[in-house]
């Protein structure tokens, strides 16, 4: 941005100069072509600010007072909320439980994208229909898929009458109802849902390959696993890093499928910082104390993005 | 003005425009009414909205319906930019959000102690719909907690209602040696985790401790040094002795629901209110209702019974007369049987001339006797302890703490500042 707009920074001539002298043409047409293309976005950019920046900001300084939600005025606080914050267990369970979200839905959904994006990169001939199969989950809204779900891993769901009709009977279970279980039963629901996604991503990056290096590889003697690790996966790290990032913050931030289906339970079971900040926000009128809990939040996208970004990057610019 | 100047000066002056037009209230308008209501109510709402507009035709009524989350957090959004509708849904006492003794307090509510139904709101309510000895609410429903249950259901078990602890785990028994469960419940869903403890706490805290929630705010008593501990033991006693459905916690409340209508539950311990829903899944099945017993004797059982929906007037609107009739008109017998009629519930106002569904029988003759107590949540000083009563059920269940640490957490939650 600040290379973007640093042409503007040029001294200009003073106003009411009767002639300035006119601007060196190449360095004018540099200018110009810079400017108009913030004239174009500068509508977008002052909604979002107006939109997401300004309130965020507004919110981050509500975590120093003692504001209710409702009470026309607060108290400035300090730092009590992020000290309350260190010894709430409530909080610490949440973020546990939102980090094993986030890491193993980041591997497990990546790791199914990227197989079944590999699996339709073939010749096969439903490979289209297929691939229509699989991304279909993902232009869902979340919110109506997990209420599918919940029906599914009900006590008496399709799930488990499955099991029963192929004489599995053994391996029902509470899906989200027993306390080690549930946490993984939402995931598998994020994952089923967004593996076609990522599936997309990772197959535009194999599209993008040039057939002459596999026909190259082939007459090299190159197997299909030595290819994979040394054309196939060097190659996809762009992909790589944009499905890891968004699965990551998305794992993060997750707050709809758990709602829907569990709530945070069963006694707290699958309560991620998402859930805990809208109750703490909206049951328990602890506003300010909710976006202290927010602030750590972004915090924690914005640091564990960053370094999983600067990590990726460094792998693509190896690559 | 230069080309450079223009498009900043154009964005600034859209900007401009933008907040003006979201500036001013513009509702000043004498005879228009603005309402909030949950959605559960939509039926009732809109049902008195038409007569009360039949009744009064120069007077416009608007409603927006929202489900409970929603309208709770809304709601004080627009409480406190000035937005809020006249006329919305306020829980009675305390215990959420948008309930009477957070928003009183406030100054958001219009005292209508002068308002003509202020007065026959019966004296055992009166906790639950007044700030310090002035009424801000309209109450406009009633509602209990019991077994709701399928009559044809329980006589196929060759069993009457049970009046005693002892004939509840027998009957629980017998129902499941016939295949089916006594009570459906559906811990899944975090309200209804309340409603066997609340059911149980009504004789096992009250009958002894009448002011036991004078005593808990004098911090004279604990959760975990009163009957609550019965009720949360007899709670779990109720599970051990297979009263209830496989796995309550994988089961919703609407699967609980189902389960009685469809016959692979007798009954639910549920809200008065919910009876309607489970009439609507079970067609024409014959469905009662009764007291939960938790003592063996029957003459010491007490049920919950309160206040259920109602409304507050937005301070701002006190001086609107359109919205100061339809308060009245909601406290009138009138509005008040309209309300009670289209919901499947009771006046909040006692009116004896009145019909009742007879499946409601019994919660009017607890409400006649005097043997009925508020919704404990109702008279909680903060959210927090029912939000913390919803989890420590979920994990006793769970079988991942003791009835005493669930206790602590909730005297916890209850001394939270």
């Given at each position: 941005?600040?290379?973007?707009?640093?042409?503007?920074?040029?001294?200009?001539?003073p106003?009411?100069?009767?002639?300035?002298?006119?601007?060196?043409?190449?360095?004018?047409?540099?200018?110009?072509?810079?400017?108009?293309?913030?004239?174009?976005?500068?509508?977008?950019?002052?909604?979002?600010?107006?939109?997401v920046?300004?309130?965020?900001?507004?919110?981050?300084?509500?975590?120093?007072?003692?504001?209710?939600?409702l009470?026309?005025?607060?108290?400035?606080?300090?730092?009590?909320?992020?000290?309350?914050?260190?010894?709430?267990?409530?909080?610490?369970?949440?973020?546990?439980?939102?980090?094993?979200?986030?890491?193993?839905?980041?591997?497990v959904?990546?790791?199914?994208?990227?197989?079944?994006?590999?699996?339709?990169?073939?010749?096969?001939?439903?490979?289209?229909?297929l691939?229509?199969?699989?991304?279909?989950p993902?232009?869902?809204?979340?919110?109506?898929t997990?209420?599918?779900?919940?029906?599914?891993?009900?006590?008496?769901?399709?799930?488990?009458?499955?099991?029963?009709?192929?004489?599995?009977?053994?391996?029902?279970?509470?899906?989200?109802?027993?306390?080690?279980?549930?946490?993984?039963?939402?995931?598998?629901?994020i994952?089923?849902?967004?593996?076609?996604?990522?599936?997309?991503?990772?197959?535009?990056g194999?599209?993008s390959?040039?057939?002459?290096?596999?026909?190259?590889?082939?007459?090299?003697?190159a197997?299909?696993?030595?290819?994979?690790?040394?054309?196939?996966?060097?190659?996809?790290?762009?992909?790589?890093?944009?499905?890891?990032?968004?699965?990551?913050?998305?794992?993060?931030?997750?707050?709809?499928?758990?709602?829907?289906?569990?709530?945070?339970?069963?006694?707290?079971?699958?309560?991620?910082?998402?859930?805990?900040?809208?109750?703490?926000?909206?049951?328990?009128n602890?506003f300010?104390?909710?976006?202290?809990?927010?602030?750590?939040?972004?915090?924690?996208?914005?640091?564990?993005?960053?370094?999983?970004?600067?990590?990726?990057g460094?792998?693509?610019?190896?690559? | 003005?230069s080309?450079?100047?223009?498009?900043?000066?154009?964005?600034?002056?859209?900007?401009?425009?933008?907040?003006?037009?979201?500036?001013?209230?513009?509702?000043?308008?004498?005879n228009?009414?603005?309402?909030?209501?949950?959605?559960?109510?939509?039926?009732?709402?809109?049902?008195?909205?038409?007569?009360?507009?039949?009744?009064?035709?120069?007077?416009?009524?608007?409603?927006?319906?929202?489900?409970?989350?929603?309208?709770?957090?809304?709601?004080?959004?627009?409480?406190?930019?000035?937005?809020?509708?006249?006329?919305f849904?306020?829980?009675?006492g305390?215990?959420?959000?948008?309930?009477?003794?957070l928003l009183?307090?406030?100054?958001?509510?219009?005292?209508?102690?002068?308002?003509?139904?202020?007065?026959?709101i019966?004296e055992?309510?009166r906790?639950?719909?007044?700030?310090?000895?002035?009424?801000?609410?309209?109450?406009?429903?009633?509602s209990?907690?019991?077994?709701?249950?399928?009559?044809?259901?329980?006589?196929?078990?060759?069993?009457?209602?049970?009046?005693?602890?002892?004939?509840?785990?027998?009957?629980?028994?017998?129902?499941?040696?016939?295949?089916?469960?006594?009570?459906?419940?559906?811990n899944?869903?975090?309200?209804?985790?309340?409603?066997?403890?609340?059911?149980?706490?009504?004789t096992?805290?009250?009958?002894?401790?009448?002011?036991f929630?004078?005593?808990?705010?004098?911090?004279?008593?604990s959760?975990?040094?009163?009957?609550?501990?019965?009720?949360?033991?007899?709670?779990?006693?109720?599970?051990?002795?297979g009263?209830?459905?496989?796995?309550?916690?994988?089961?919703?409340?609407e699967?609980?629901?189902?389960?009685?209508?469809?016959?692979?539950?007798?009954?639910?311990?549920?809200?008065?209110?919910?009876?309607?829903?489970?009439?609507?899944?079970?067609?024409?099945?014959?469905?009662?209702?009764?007291?939960?017993?938790?003592?063996?004797?029957?003459?010491?059982?007490?049920?919950?019974?309160?206040?259920?929906?109602?409304?507050?007037?937005?301070?701002?609107?006190?001086?609107?007369?359109?919205?100061?009739?339809?308060?009245?008109?909601?406290?009138s017998?009138?509005?008040?049987?309209?309300?009670a009629?289209?919901?499947?519930?009771?006046?909040?106002?006692?009116?004896e001339?009145r019909?009742?569904?007879?499946?409601?029988?019994?919660?009017?003759?607890?409400?006649?006797?005097?043997?009925?107590?508020?919704?404990?949540?109702?008279?909680?000083?903060?959210?927090?302890?029912?939000?913390?009563?919803?989890?420590?059920?979920?994990?006793?269940?769970?079988?991942?703490?003791?009835?005493?640490?669930?206790?602590?957490e909730?005297?916890?939650?209850?001394?939270?500042?």
């Amino acid at each position: 941005m600040e290379t973007a707009m640093a042409p503007k920074a040029q001294p200009a001539a003073p106003a009411g100069s009767a002639s300035p002298p006119p601007p060196a043409p190449a360095r004018r047409f540099r200018t110009d072509r810079i400017a108009v293309p913030w004239w174009f976005v500068l509508p977008a950019l002052a909604f979002f600010a107006f939109a997401v920046l300004v309130p965020s900001a507004r919110g981050a300084v509500y975590s120093f007072t003692d504001w209710d939600g409702l009470a026309r005025s607060s108290s400035f606080v300090g730092l009590e909320h992020y000290r309350s914050l260190l010894s709430d267990s409530g909080a610490r369970d949440a973020l546990v439980h939102t980090l094993l979200i986030a890491f193993s839905v980041t591997v497990v959904q990546n790791a199914v994208g990227l197989l079944l994006a590999l699996g339709v990169n073939t010749r096969i001939r439903s490979r289209n229909v297929l691939r229509v199969f699989f991304f279909a989950p993902a232009v869902i809204t979340p919110v109506v898929t997990a209420y599918l779900w919940k029906y599914l891993y009900a006590p008496e769901g399709a799930i488990n009458a499955a099991l029963d009709a192929l004489g599995l009977g053994l391996l029902t279970q509470s899906w989200l109802g027993d306390s080690d279980l549930a946490l993984w039963s939402v995931v598998a629901v994020i994952v089923w849902q967004f593996s076609g996604y990522s599936m997309v991503i990772f197959l535009a990056g194999l599209q993008s390959i040039p057939r002459e290096i596999y026909e190259a590889s082939d007459m090299d003697g190159a197997g299909p696993v030595r290819r994979f690790w040394h054309i196939v996966r060097p190659m996809l790290a762009p992909a790589f890093t944009i499905n890891l990032m968004l699965s990551l913050i998305g794992g993060l931030k997750l707050f709809d499928q758990v709602w829907v289906m569990t709530q945070g339970g069963p006694g707290g079971a699958t309560d991620t910082l998402s859930t805990v900040i809208y109750r703490e926000a909206f049951q328990f009128n602890a506003f300010a104390y909710s976006t202290a809990m927010a602030v750590v939040l972004t915090l924690f996208v914005i640091v564990l993005s960053g370094v999983q970004y600067g990590y990726l990057g460094r792998q693509e610019r190896n690559s | 003005m230069s080309k450079k100047l223009l498009a900043p000066a154009a964005c600034l002056a859209a900007a401009l425009a933008l907040t003006s037009c979201s500036g001013g209230d513009g509702d000043d308008a004498g005879n228009a009414v603005t309402v909030t209501a949950n959605s559960t109510d939509r039926v009732p709402v809109d049902a008195v909205v038409a007569a009360f507009q039949e009744a009064n035709p120069g007077i416009e009524v608007t409603v927006t319906y929202a489900d409970t989350d929603q309208l709770q957090s809304t709601l004080r959004t627009q409480l406190s930019s000035g937005t809020a509708p006249d006329v919305f849904t306020v829980w009675p006492g305390n215990g959420n959000p948008a309930a009477l003794q957070l928003l009183a307090p406030g100054g958001f509510l219009a005292d209508l102690s002068g308002a003509g139904f202020a007065s026959r709101i019966p004296e055992g309510d009166r906790p639950v719909t007044e700030y310090e000895g002035s009424t801000y609410i309209v109450p406009v429903t009633y509602s209990g907690i019991g077994v709701i249950y399928g009559k044809e259901a329980l006589a196929a078990l060759g069993a009457e209602e049970p009046a005693t602890w002892s004939e509840l785990i027998e009957l629980c028994g017998t129902a499941r040696d016939e295949g089916v469960s006594l009570l459906a419940l559906g811990n899944q869903t975090p309200w209804v985790t309340q409603l066997v403890t609340y059911a149980l706490a009504a004789t096992t805290v009250y009958t002894d401790t009448p002011d036991f929630d004078e005593r808990m705010a004098e911090g004279e008593t604990s959760f975990a040094d009163s009957g609550w501990k019965a009720a949360l033991e007899q709670y779990l006693e109720m599970e051990e002795e297979g009263c209830f459905n496989d796995d309550p916690l994988g089961t919703s409340y609407e699967a609980s629901v189902s389960s009685v209508a469809q016959g692979r539950a007798v009954g639910l311990v549920q809200v008065a209110t919910t009876l309607s829903q489970v009439q609507s899944e079970a067609g024409d099945a014959e469905l009662g209702m009764f007291a939960l017993p938790a003592t063996d004797d029957a003459d010491q059982t007490l049920m919950p019974g309160s206040v259920s929906a109602a409304y507050g007037l937005n301070a701002e609107s006190a001086d609107s007369e359109a919205a100061m009739a339809f308060v009245e008109f909601l406290g009138s017998p009138e509005g008040q049987d309209i309300y009670a009629t289209e919901g499947g519930t009771l006046t909040a106002l006692p009116d004896e001339e009145r019909e009742t569904d007879p499946a409601l029988t019994t919660l009017t003759d607890y409400q006649g006797q005097g043997r009925t107590v508020p919704f404990m949540d109702q008279r909680w000083p903060n959210p927090r302890v029912q939000q913390t009563h919803f989890t420590v059920v979920q994990q006793l269940f769970a079988g991942d703490i003791t009835v005493d640490e669930a206790l602590a957490e909730m005297d916890a939650a209850y001394r939270t500042e």
